[in-house]
């Protein structure tokens, strides 16, 4: 009914109002008695056997929602009523700001794919705080931070510890993004030396706490074999806890659109379909030449069980879903939960 009804009608209108729509009708469907309960028997598959024990947290399944989708941690309870394992917010920076100018948020269609250039937009630690009062203590809540874009180079980590100490009582784990393409000094956010230097201080940050939360690192998927063996240093030289493999891309190769469409478009990162198999493939070398030495959350063109699968094989302990969700609906997490069941 999603693909056929639903979808048609979402994908009439701008993407980005369309998103904001979506939610306020999620919450407000989640208000009627019986409704989440509902939704939970449609979507939701409890099995011991899908539960997985990662960076010291027990997932009671391995399929997760990605960054992104609900930046500012408003909609996080209504949304694990869909049979997600796990869901992660942001990305959350330290003061709030309202990111790139719109129209920033595009779909292509053909490609089962969207472009986006948000630039970190979100309300600010603070106020993500104050949503995150509200969670259930059995759901599994990942924070992915980021720094702001008027931020100063030499302030970048200052950024990310800012974001840290603030929400480390309220996450499970965290997720430090340095590969959004959207964002000012890409480059340098994943340059070995520096990745070093902001990881050892979120590190130490978590030293001091009397319970240490998981860390993991964003990689994008356009990273050459080289920089990827850099990668499985910094892991290995830091001791984080894992990798995310991947954010969007900025290869925009082999798309179904035309050369007019993505002029008109502009700058931004491609995900869906198009990054499945480049996500992958970062996912297989990782694992292959770490010899599997650390979790990997496997992202980036899951729209059907069998991409989930395809991570799951090439490496990927977890997966996560955002694109493929908007395009195929919430029975893909439940699809990729059965499919998993299967294989066992």
């Known amino acids: ?68 989708f609900d930046k500012e941690a408003k909609l996080y309870n209504e949304l694990s009523n869909f049979g997600f394992g796990f869901i992660e917010i942001g990305t959350i920076t330290p003061k709030a700001q309202i990111g790139n100018p719109k129209k920033r948020l595009f779909r292509l269609k053909e490609d089962n794919a969207i472009i986006n250039r948000m630039g970190f937009n979100n309300q600010g630690v603070e106020a993500v705080i104050k949503n995150l009062k509200n969670k259930r203590s059995n759901l599994i809540v990942g924070g992915n931070i980021g720094k ?75 990273l050459n074999n080289e920089q990827l063996d850099e990668i499985i240093e910094v892991v290995a030289e830091t001791k984080i806890d894992g990798v995310i493999a991947s954010n969007t891309s900025m290869d925009r190769g082999g798309l179904k659109a035309t050369k007019e469409q993505l002029d008109e478009i502009g700058n931004g990162g491609v995900s869906g379909k198009p990054v499945a198999d480049k996500s992958t493939a970062v996912i297989k070398y990782l694992s292959d030449h770490s010899n599997k030495a650390f979790p990997i959350i496997g992202v980036g063109g899951i729209h059907s069980a069998q991409d989930a699968l395809d991570k ?33």
């Open 148 to 222: 702001n874009t008027d931020t100063q180079p030499e302030d970048y980590t200052a950024d990310y510890e800012v974001c840290f100490k603030a929400l480390h009582p309220y996450v499970d784990y965290f997720v430090v993004n340095v590969s959004c393409p959207n964002v000012g000094s890409h480059a340098k956010l994943q340059d070995k030396g520096y990745l070093l230097e902001l990881l050892g201080a979120l590190k130490e940050l978590n030293n001091k706490e009397t319970v240490q939360k998981p860390i993991v690192l964003k990689i994008a998927p356009d």
């Open 1 to 68: 009914m999603y693909k056929s009804l639903i979808r048609p009608i979402f994908f009439a209108f701008d993407p980005e109002k369309i998103h904001h729509f979506t939610f306020s009708l999620i919450k407000i469907a989640s208000k009627i008695p019986g409704i989440p309960s509902l939704f939970r028997s449609l979507y939701q598959v409890t099995d011991s056997r899908l539960e997985r024990e990662v960076f010291g947290l027990k997932f009671p399944n391995p399929v997760g929602l990605a960054a992104g």
């Open 312 to 344: 799951i094989n090439a490496g990927a302990t977890l997966v996560q879903v955002f694109t493929g969700f908007i395009y195929e609906g919430p029975k893909l997490v439940k699809d990729i939960n059965k499919a998993i069941l299967k294989t066992l």
